[in-house]
C-alpha cells in the first residue's frame, strides 16, 4: 500500500477558503496522487469548526486573531489536531499545505498586522503535523515535494 498524503481542501478545488473560495492547483503531482487514491483532503479551519466564509485570521504570537479582533486559536488547535488524527488514521507520511495561510503556512506566515507582511513561520496545523513527525510543503513547493515522495516511495520498495 502507498503512503497517503494530506492536502490542504482549498488545494484540490474545495470552497474552504475564508471568503468562499479556493486556491486550485493543477499540478502533476496532484494529478498522479489523484489518480493513485493516495490523497487525503482536508482543510483544518473547517473541521476546527470555522465557517465559510468566515473573516480572515492571522497569527499574533501564540493566539490567532480575526480582523476584528476575535479570538480563533481554540479552533485553530483543534482543527490542527484533528489533521493530526486523520493523518494518523490514513498513514500519511507527508503534506502539501496552503502557503502562508495561518493554519497551513509552512517555513512563512503573516505576521498578524493584516498588512500582507510575511514572516518566517509555521501555521498551526504544518507546525503540528511537523512535530508529529509528517514532512510539509506548500503549493509553492511541489517539485520539492514531487522529489521527496518519489526518494520515500523508492525506499518502500526496498
Not at 470552497?15 to 483544518?44: I, K, M, S, T
Not at 499574533?60 to 490542527?80: H, K, M, P
Request: proline share 4%; hydrophobic share 40%; net charge negative.
Amino acid at each position: 500500500m502507498q503512503a497517503k498524503v494530506l492536502v490542504s481542501a482549498c488545494l484540490l478545488g474545495e470552497l474552504v477558503r475564508y471568503d468562499g473560495g479556493h486556491n486550485l492547483q493543477q499540478h502533476p503531482l496532484l494529478a498522479q496522487l489523484r489518480e493513485q487514491q493516495r490523497l487525503v483532503p482536508f482543510c483544518p479551519e473547517c473541521a476546527g469548526g470555522l465557517q465559510t466564509p468566515r473573516p480572515p485570521a492571522e497569527q499574533q504570537g501564540e493566539r490567532v486573531l480575526t480582523i476584528n479582533g476575535d479570538d480563533v486559536t481554540a479552533a485553530f488547535q483543534s482543527g490542527a489536531e484533528l489533521a493530526l488524527q486523520t493523518a494518523k488514521a490514513q498513514s500519511v507520511v507527508m503534506a502539501i499545505l496552503k502557503a502562508r495561510s495561518p493554519s497551513c503556512g509552512v517555513a512563512q506566515i503573516y505576521d498578524g498586522s493584516f498588512s500582507k507582511t510575511l514572516i518566517d513561520g509555521e501555521g498551526v496545523t504544518a507546525a503540528r503535523l511537523q512535530a508529529a513527525g509528517i514532512v510539509t510543503f506548500s503549493e509553492l513547493q511541489l517539485l520539492q515535494a514531487s522529489q521527496w515522495l518519489a526518494v520515500y516511495d523508492a525506499s518502500c520498495e526496498l
